[in-house]
């Protein structure tokens, strides 16, 4: 066969045996039909608690139908890179658009997330400056901070005195300085102590940058994120957000001042060199916005909420470790990974899709699945999801 292993590439073959003997080799789930509370994974319909689809954007029609008018007047791709001949006035509209949400001068808009901080954190700082990290922070943050080749120094979770500890002792740095965190935390679902983060950020002359991806559309007036939520407006510097999750669609985006998003223009990496968004998801984008902005898109985060704190209130009635979590995102706390993937499996088995994550996703020895309602979860899914959850969680000595 063509495709037999060659000899320099079987040390791959040997890493996934080593994967395999670790409980850490996983397959890929396989979606078949729409991304909803309901889904059909690899044939089994199961209650969906594993996407970031807070408000059930995904399929929502008011979107569905301006990614296809879009489609049909502007066609399906921008065909080239922003700064050569791929921006297009639908992308310009949206940024203006995402700037007026969230009350900046400007915005520009990335491929992804990962794509937006990545390109952000290396474009803005170099080898004579200082990074002031939250250990947790997320993998795209850490990808930057690296490839910006920035001094790199990590504070203990949340941990302010930690995180002061690195400001005292770096308060003479002769470079810049960012203090940057995540404004919901992925693996754990609490929330950066944003206020006194921006108090330090001031006090030792940071630039301060947070990351929303997991606030966006979730938390803040019609979910405008951490800096709304916590008062904090005009004290951060750089706001990050995704427009994968809550939004519903694809891409990234960046919010600052007029001077920050041109410098990005000029720098940002995955900006000038990869491919700008289809028209389509532009229009999903700017349709999302002006639903967030109403007041069903309100409706929508008070649904979130109001799942989120039933779910939650159930689960630890059930009796489960559901840690520090003050957000949609609820992790069940197993401890082993292998007994974390073991529940994960069996409630998979059971109609219910919970992932699990061990190390190195999450420290060793804090093992867990994660869960995520929605605004879409209807209660009787979120009960058949309870229940499930207690009949496994008793039978592996979880609870
Ligand atoms: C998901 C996530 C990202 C990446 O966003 P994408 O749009 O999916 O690339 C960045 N930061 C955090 C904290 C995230 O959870």
């Known amino acids: ?55 059930g954007l995904t399929t929502h029609r008011a979107l569905r139908k301006a990614a296809l008018e879009a489609t049909r007047s502007l066609g399906v791709g921008s065909g080239a890179v922003r700064t050569i001949a791929g921006t297009m006035k639908i992308h310009m509209d949206l940024e203006e658009q995402i ?19 990545a390109g952000t954190v290396s474009a803005i700082l170099g ?36 995180c002061e500890r690195i400001c005292q002792e770096t ?20 929330i950066a102590p944003l206020p006194q983060l921006c108090d330090l950020a001031e006090k030792y002359n940071c630039i301060m940058m947070v990351d929303d991806a997991h606030s ?48 990005l223009y000029h720098r940002a990496r995955p900006f000038l060199f990869s491919t700008s968004h289809p028209p389509s998801v532009a229009a999903t984008c700017q349709a999302a916005f002006s639903l967030l902005d109403s007041p069903a898109g309100e409706k929508l985060i008070r649904k979130l909420w109001a799942n989120t704190k039933f779910f939650k209130r ?25 007994k974390a993937f073991e529940f994960s499996r069996r409630l998979f088995d059971e109609g219910v899709l919970a992932v699990a994550l061990g190390y190195p996703t999450v420290a060793e ?29 008793k039978a592996l000595g979880i609870i």
């Open 1 to 55: 066969m063509s495709t037999a292993t060659r000899p320099q590439m079987t040390y791959l073959t040997a890493a996934l045996d080593d994967l395999r003997s670790k409980h850490r080799y996983f397959r890929l789930r396989v979606l078949e039909g729409e991304q909803k509370p309901l889904a059909t994974f690899d044939g089994k319909e199961v209650v969906n608690l594993s996407s970031n689809n807070y408000l």
């Open 99 to 117: 700037a007026r949400f969230k009350g900046t001068e400007a915005c520009v808009v990335f491929q992804s997330g990962f794509a937006a901080n």
């Open 314 to 338: 159930r689960l630890k009635k059930l009796g489960f470790n559901t840690g520090i979590s003050e957000s949609p995102i609820t992790p069940i706390m197993v401890g082993e990974a292998a």
């Open 216 to 263: 966006s559309g979730v938390l803040g007036r019609g979910g405008r994120g951490t800096v709304d939520h916590h008062n904090c407006h005009g004290r951060v510097d750089i706001q990050v957000g995704t427009l994968s999750k809550a939004v519903g669609a694809l891409g990234g985006y960046v919010c600052g001042t007029r001077d920050l998003i041109e410098f």
């Open 171 to 190: 308060v003479n740095w002769p470079g810049k300085k960012l203090l940057i965190t995540d404004g919901v935390f992925s693996m754990d679902g609490d």
């Open 365 to 393: 020895g804090k093992a867990r699945i994660r869960t995520i309602v929605t605004a879409t979860h209807r209660r009787q899914e979120l009960e058949r999801a309870l229940e499930t959850l207690a009949r496994v969680g």
């Open 127 to 162: 080898k004579e400056d200082l990074i002031i990290s939250d250990e947790l922070n997320h993998a795209s943050i850490i990808d930057g901070c690296r490839l910006s080749k920035a001094n790199i120094k990590v504070f203990a979770h949340k941990d302010m005195k930690d």
